[in-house]
T-cell receptor, first 111, second 110 residues
Framework: NAGVTQTPKFQVLKTGQSMTLQCAQD?????MSWYRQDPGMGLRLIHY???????DQGEVPNGYNVSRSTTEDFPLRLLSAAPSQTSVYFC??????????FGQGTRLTVV | AQSVSQHNHHVILSEAASLELGCNYS??????LFWYVQYPGQHLQLLLK??????LVKGIKGFEAEFIKSKFSFNLRKPSVQWSDTAEYFC????????FGAGTTVTVRA
């Protein structure tokens, strides 16, 4: 049982480049979310989804897009990378309001 | 919107000392409460959770937390810490979105 799988683990982008962070879960969870973790700020919610075809914005959505075409997958797109998006990104899934399961994280550096 | 406040940014302890980390939340409805731990270089793992019932909940590795509804608090405790408890600890609140506190870094000195 793989749980939540995130790829890549590390990425370096140049300012203005775009990329997609992948997230997949095999637990049939309805709820999936993306967070960014920055020192002293905890985890801040970027976007979330309560089911296939349904997404909504979190605290810090600007510069990011998401889609949820299937229950399993929830990719996060950076449209035009900026140095302020240098962070560690975590994908999570959960069953309603139950415990969230996290991926291993993606460490993104934008230069 | 819900918010979560953790009282301490960094706590430094010696082994065998007791640990208490404060967490307060603001939300008017029914919430589930969690403490997560992040060991260096790893992802978040669940320590314990409270949904309903006994307000004193026990988690893994000897941790426990007490939910005090009147104070909107969910403080984490461990009677005797070990060097391996060095980590960052996050309090979180969920209605259906999971909101985190800023985290407390705990350093345990051998």
């Amino acid at each position: 049982n793989a749980g939540v799988t995130q790829t890549p683990k590390f990425q370096v982008l140049k300012t203005g480049q775009s990329m997609t962070l992948q997230c997949a879960q095999d637990m049939n969870h309805e709820y999936m979310s993306w967070y960014r973790q920055d020192p002293g700020m905890g985890l801040r919610l970027i976007h979330y989804s309560v089911g296939a075809g349904i997404t909504d914005q979190g605290e810090v959505p600007n510069g990011y897009n998401v889609s949820r075409s299937t229950t399993e997958d929830f990719p996060l797109r950076l449209l035009s990378a900026a140095p302020s998006q240098t962070s560690v990104y975590f994908c999570a899934s959960s069953d309603n309001r139950e415990e969230a399961f996290f991926g291993q994280g993606t460490r993104l550096t934008v230069v | 919107a819900q918010s979560v406040s953790q009282h301490n940014h960094h706590v430094i302890l010696s082994e065998a000392a007791s640990l208490e980390l404060g967490c307060n939340y603001s939300y008017g409805g029914t919430v589930n409460l969690f403490w997560y731990v992040q060991y260096p270089g790893q992802h978040l793992q669940l320590l314990l959770k409270y949904f309903s019932g006994d307000p004193l909940v026990k988690g893994i590795k000897g941790f426990e937390a007490e939910f005090i509804k009147s104070k909107f608090s969910f403080n984490l405790r461990k009677p005797s810490v070990q060097w391996s408890d060095t980590a960052e600890y996050f309090c979180a609140v969920s209605d259906y979105k999971l909101s985190f506190g800023a985290g407390t870094t705990v350093t345990v000195r051998a």
